[in-house]
């Protein structure tokens, strides 16, 4: 199993470009995650999403949106992006036992 | 909204010790998960917990819904311990995360 794949670990983007982040899991869980780390602070929530054609808002979702149109991939686009938007990007799937998490992108915006 | 407080923020110790980090948070959850980070690295889930106590090796984390306080201890502990360790709470809706305890462990 590969767990939790992400792409790309790392991006610099110039204020106003778009991109996407991909993320993949092969475990066939429902619930997948997206969550930003910025320095010296936790994870915050972005969207979640319980199940393929299911998504929500989480604590920051300003500036993304997602889509989760099978079980296995959860992508998170950024539209016009900003220096705000600077941050280290980590999807995440779980189990009922078990949360997994993708190895990050980290994402520079100048 | 949950608040979840970690203590120690940092902590330097020497090979052996016995090391804990306590996590407590503010509204009743469902489950808690202890995580583990490495610098520049990604994220490791170490427990999941909804009561009591569980090992895995060297780690152990306890849970007291009650007082809605964790702890994660180490024992014997050694130098590839070193890392971030973060608590978070919640359910199916995501994880709502402590700041982390950056743990430096000394030969």
């Known amino acids: 199993n590969a767990g939790v794949t992400q792409t790309p670990k790392f991006r610099i983007l110039k204020i106003g470009q778009s991109m996407t982040l991909q993320c993949t899991q092969d475990?066939?869980?429902?619930?997948m995650y997206w969550y930003r780390q910025d320095p010296g602070m936790g994870l915050k929530l972005i969207y979640y999403s319980v199940g393929a054609g299911i998504t929500d808002k989480g604590e920051v979702p300003n500036g993304y949106n997602v889509s989760r149109s099978t079980t296995e991939d959860f992508p998170l686009r950024l539209e016009l992006a900003a220096p705000s938007q600077t941050s280290v990007y980590f999807c995440a799937s779980r189990s009922f036992t078990e949360a997994f998490f993708g190895q990050g992108t980290r994402l520079t915006v100048v | 909204k949950n608040e979840v407080e970690q203590s120690p923020q940092n902590l330097t110790a020497q090979e052996g010790e016995f090391i804990t980090i306590n996590c407590s948070y503010s509204?009743?959850?469902?489950?808690l998960h202890w995580l583990q980070q490495h610098p520049g690295g990604g994220i490791v889930s170490l427990f999941m917990l909804s009561s009591g106590k569980k090992k895995h090796g060297r780690l152990i984390a306890t849970i007291n819904i009650q007082e809605k306080h964790s702890s994660l201890h180490i024992t014997a502990s050694h130098p590839r311990d070193s890392a971030v360790y973060i608590c978070?709470?919640?359910?199916?809706?995501?994880?709502?995360f402590g700041k982390g305890t950056h743990l430096i462990i000394q030969p």
């Open positions: 978070a709470v919640g359910g199916a809706d995501g994880l709502t």
């Open positions: 475990m066939n869980h429902n619930y």
């Open positions: 509204v009743g959850i469902s489950a």
